[in-house]
Structure formats: C-alpha cells, structure tokens
C-alpha cells in the first residue's frame, strides 16, 4: 500500500553541490511527475514522463535533469544547486490521461 | 494560456459554519477539472475530478460543482479535522498530455 515513496524527505546543500532525488511507485502507473510548490507560487511543472525511457520539459525546468529508466522509478537531479532551489519537491503519478494524481510525501530542501 | 485562480485565500470557520471555496479557471479546453487537499508537510490528496458543467460529486461534507467558468467546493457542517489547504487544478486539451495546472490553495481553518 506505499503508493508514491519520495526519498530523502530532507536535505540541506550547499550552493554548488549536487544531488538526486528518487521517486518509486508500485501502482505501474505510465505518468509520471516532479513539482515545486513555493509559497504564494503554487505547484509548478519541472518535469514529466509518460513512459519509461520517456521525458519532457514542464514550466520550470530549468537547472534540473531527469530520468526514467524503469517504469516505477522517476529520478530528479540537481546537477549545480543554487538557493533558488529551495523548495519542496513533490512526486506523482497517475495512470493516464485526465486521471487524478497520487502524490508522494515531498522532499523539503534547503539550498544555503 | 491555461489559469487557475482560487479565492478566498485564507478562511476562518467555527465548527458547523458552512461555506464554499471558489475555482475559477481559463482553458482551451477542459478535459478535467481536481481538487485536492494538502495537510501540512504532506503530499496532496485526491479529492474529486469533475469533467463537464453541471456535474456534482460529493463525498462526506464535501461537494464539488462545476459551471463552464468555476468550479465550487461546498463544505457543510465542517468539523476541526477539515482544517487544511484545498488545491483546485485544470488540465486543458490544449496540453500534450497529462499536465496538471495548479491554483494556489484555499487554507481553510476550522475552529472548534
């Protein structure tokens, strides 16, 4: 019953350094998703997937990459963090089109 | 472009006031309109997908409504537990997939 697991659930950096996050789902879900929800901005769009092997640019893609290698997993990377970056990043999936999400718990980081 | 706009951006309710949350959104064309709700730390849960005007889903003292222009969230009779934030979002024909639009959040709290 885990659904959608987003690992690590914190993290600080340091302006420059990089990281992945990882988002795995067990419900064999095509669509997958990475979000940003800032204060007063909402969620917002970073990257998608609608299949393995599969990715496309969101709203604000920008210092990020991502891939999806295996169909459960969709990988985040910060590849130069900047403060800009600090936010919580959300997860989700979904099994096709016009179906409602299912989010992960979020990664709260923080980019000093 | 696709818009979602949500309002009141704050409410304070007492236990029992009803009240409604309002959506109001500009697409190319909607193929589903979501409310979610978002607890604190927490991942977004699903709520409702509405998908034509007129059309009602209920569930517990929550009712979704959707006109050609908005989208209402009744809540009738609300209780403590009802407190947190409610996220609308569209996704329009006019995208290339499964992309979620989100509005801010109404951050509802409920006081006893």
């Known amino acids: 019953n885990a659904g959608v697991t987003q690992t690590p659930k914190f993290r600080v950096l340091k302006t420059g350094q990089s990281m992945t996050l990882l988002c795995a789902q067990d419900?064999?879900?095509?669509?997958m998703y990475w979000y940003r929800q800032d204060p007063g901005m909402g969620l917002r769009l970073i990257h998608y997937?609608?299949?393995?092997?599969?990715?496309a640019k969101g709203e604000v893609p920008d210092g990020y990459n991502v891939s999806r290698l295996k169909k459960q997993n969709f990988l985040l990377g910060l590849e130069s963090a900047a403060p800009s970056q600090t936010s919580v990043y959300f997860c989700a999936s979904s099994a096709g089109e016009a179906r409602g999400y299912t989010f992960g718990s979020g990664t709260r980081l923080t980019v000093v | 472009e696709d818009q979602v706009t949500q309002s009141p951006e704050a409410l304070r309710l007492q236990e029992g006031e009803s009240s409604s949350l309002n959506c109001s959104y500009t697409?190319?064309?909607?193929?589903?309109l979501f409310w979610y709700r978002q607890d604190p730390g927490k991942g977004p849960e699903f709520l409702f997908t509405?998908?034509?005007a007129g059309e009602e889903k209920e569930k517990e003292r929550l009712k979704a409504t959707l006109t050609k222009k908005e989208s209402f969230l009744h809540i009738t009779a609300p209780k403590p537990e009802d407190s947190a934030t409610y996220l609308c979002a569209v996704q329009s024909y006019g995208g290339a997939t499964n992309k979620l639009i989100f509005g801010t959040g109404t951050l509802l709290a409920v006081q006893p």
């Open positions: 997937s609608v299949g393995e092997g599969t990715t």
């Open positions: 419900m064999n879900h095509e669509y």
């Open positions: 509405l998908y034509s």
């Open positions: 697409v190319s064309g909607l193929r589903g």
